[in-house]
């Protein structure tokens, strides 16, 4: 049978290549690392535009991987889109509509499959180091989700009963937060030298640059704008540490690196808040500073160096994506609103949808198709001291190709334009099919003991002695 082994090689050498270099890669084990920031804005960074804030480490990333210029978060807020990133599917989907809190009951429903819960049958090491935000009642924490390991902070690190979990448990109830990125650097280090021999996923969900921001002594001051871009740089110093350990292990090549933020910049913030770039608002609304976010994506193995992709793609677009490489089957009992970039990642194909529906919560506002972008007439919103004000508008037409700070209002010129669009947008809603009603996120206190004394005894009762 030695002739077995002379014939094959040679047969091969007539079939023809049409493999790409990342379907030639697939399923060999490789490694997972997906950078996810906080209320990142799309002119925060150098490959993006800023030229205030140094980024070398993230740069390198764009010129050595792919840059997406028009990848959307499924939310301009928070936890819908990190359960969007998990699982593959739009936040309706699960009811998941709003930001959970510390006194919320609720999560991210149990029923759903995380990344790591599909990477877990491949036989994967998972871990978690960061920001979590989808419920930190017992059965929504990571460890209960498809992770091996959990470290941070399970929520907002503005909110209340800001602590550091270890696992299911509480191991610091005062954390510096001056020192949380290089704390996250340290564990995700950590995580990759004890797995490195054998095929892992690492979500590095970064606190930063949400407020309220925090750098250690070492960055502060060494941007030009403000304590803001030294905590962006560092974060970049953190992307370069994750880098450089990907490469000393040896496994640089063979690992997908995913840069992201979960929406845009918390504009309300001033000073101690991002850039949008060109794009218009940011977070907590829909145009697109809200939902067009920074992202990259760097695989020596699979991508081309000096990528750009210039269409639309989405964070549902990630597990999908993962679960290909990986040689994962995707559960056939629900319905996905992501797509491979496989295809895309060579510099040749691209995403077979070109279709996306913008939700505020529940309210559906937007919807993009191709170039196009029609937007629902806005009543604005007065302002308040966690959202910045916007004024009202009618109902806008986009060309967001020749006009992505949607500035210049299509409607009128385009009215066959904004039928179409609306036709569609309304068929493209009806196949996501029925939504369950939205998760319970809290109630509010009860404060009457407060009005009656206030009544009783006037607004300086608490003067009193």
């Excluded at 209960?144 to 503005?158: A, K, L, T, V």
């Excluded at 990907?246 to 000073?271: A, H, K, Q, Y």
């Excluded at 808040?273 to 060109?278: C, E, I, T, V, Y």
């Amino acid at each position: 049978m030695k002739w077995i082994k002379i014939i094959i090689p040679f047969v091969s050498l007539l079939l023809p290549v049409s493999c790409n270099q990342a379907t030639e890669k697939m399923q060999e084990g490789t490694n997972f690392v997906i950078i996810y920031c906080d209320d990142l804005g799309y002119g925060d960074l150098g490959c993006f535009g800023a030229t205030d804030i140094k980024t070398p480490n993230i740069d390198r990333m764009a010129k050595e991987g792919m840059k997406f210029t028009e990848f959307y978060s499924a939310s301009p807020v928070c936890s819908p889109s990190r359960a969007a990133l998990m699982t593959g599917r739009i936040p309706q989907r699960m009811g998941v509509h709003g930001v959970f809190f510390p006194e919320s009951y609720t999560g991210m429903p149990v029923e759903e499959n995380t990344i790591a819960d599909l990477l877990k049958t491949r036989g994967y090491a998972t871990g978690i180091v960061g920001k979590w935000h989808l419920g930190h009642m017992h059965r929504y924490l990571p460890l209960q989700r498809g992770f091996d390991e959990y470290f941070g902070i399970p929520y907002s690190n503005d909110m209340e009963s800001v602590v550091y979990l270890e696992g299911n448990e509480v191991v610091d109830f005062h954390p510096d937060q001056s020192l949380t990125t290089k704390t996250y650097t340290e564990k995700a280090l950590d995580f990759i030298d004890r797995h490195a021999g054998n095929p892992f996923f690492l979500y590095l969900a970064h606190s930063m640059p949400h407020v309220p921001i925090y750098a250690s002594e070492d960055f502060l001051g060494t941007s030009d704008r403000g304590l803001y871009g030294d905590v962006i740089q560092e974060l970049d110093w953190s992307v370069g540490q994750v880098l450089d350990k990907l490469e000393d292990e040896g496994i640089l090549e063979n690992t997908l690196v995913v840069f992201s933020s979960d929406n845009g910049p918390w504009l309300v913030m001033r000073d101690h808040g991002g850039s949008a770039g060109g794009l218009r608002e940011g977070k907590q609304y829909t145009f697109e500073g809200g939902q067009r976010v920074p992202t990259l994506a760097m695989w020596p193995d699979g991508i081309r160096p000096a990528t750009v992709y210039d269409d639309m793609g989405l964070m549902m677009d990630w597990l999908p994506t993962i679960c290909e490489i990986a040689g994962v089957a995707l559960p056939d009992d629900r319905d996905y609103d992501g797509e491979s970039l496989v295809e895309v990642f060579d510099g040749q194909g691209k995403r077979e949808q070109n279709e996306f529906l913008y939700y505020d919560g529940t309210k559906l506002e937007c919807y993009r198709k191709g170039d196009w972008k029609i937007k629902l007439a806005y009543d604005g919103f007065e302002g308040a001291t966690w959202k910045h004000a916007v004024p009202p508008h009618p109902l806008l037409l986009i060309n967001l190709k020749e006009d992505p700070g949607e500035l210049n209002n299509l409607a009128e010129e385009y009215p066959e334009k904004v039928k179409e669009m609306l036709e569609s947008m309304e068929q493209y809603k009806q196949s996501k099919g029925s939504f369950p009603p939205p998760l319970f996120i809290r109630s509010d206190a009860d404060r009457s003991h407060y009005d009656h004394v206030i009544e009783k005894y006037g607004e300086d009762y608490y003067l009193m002695k």
